[in-house]
């Protein structure tokens, strides 16, 4: 088979633009409904963040210093294994 490709007229290039820019113009109505919404959402996210974060500093604020005993028994939790070696 032939590639083949058919000359637009003016008139039809024209017809086509048109075309074109009505179902552009009818897609940036939903596009910018969609950005509402994703944008909402995303503030959403953030300030649930932030309210989390504001929790979490609280409570370390509020905590009790750990004792040593509790500071010993994490380093020791910590502490890496080592591999076994051959002979």
Same mark, same amino acid.
């Given at each position: 088979? @032939?590639?083949?490709?058919? =000359?637009?007229?003016?008139?039809?290039?024209?017809?086509? +633009?048109? #075309?074109?820019?009505?179902?552009? &113009?009818?897609? /940036?109505?939903?596009?910018?409904?969609? +950005? @509402?919404? @994703?944008?909402?959402?995303?503030?959403? @996210? =953030?300030?649930?963040? *932030? *309210?989390?974060?504001?929790?979490? *500093?609280?409570?370390?604020? /509020?905590?009790?210093?750990?004792?040593? #005993?509790?500071?010993?028994?994490?380093?020791?939790?910590? +502490?890496?294994?080592?591999?076994? &070696?051959? &002979?």
């Amino acid at each position: 088979m @032939e590639n083949q490709q058919r =000359e637009f007229t003016d008139v039809e290039i024209q017809e086509k +633009k048109v #075309e074109m820019l009505a179902f552009f &113009k009818e897609q /940036v109505e939903l596009l910018s409904a969609q +950005k @509402e919404y @994703e944008t909402l959402a995303t503030e959403i @996210e =953030e300030l649930r963040t *932030r *309210r989390i974060m504001a929790q979490v *500093r609280q409570a370390q604020i /509020v905590a009790p210093a750990p004792t040593e #005993e509790e500071q010993e028994a994490a380093a020791a939790q910590t +502490k890496s294994r080592t591999l076994k &070696k051959e &002979k």
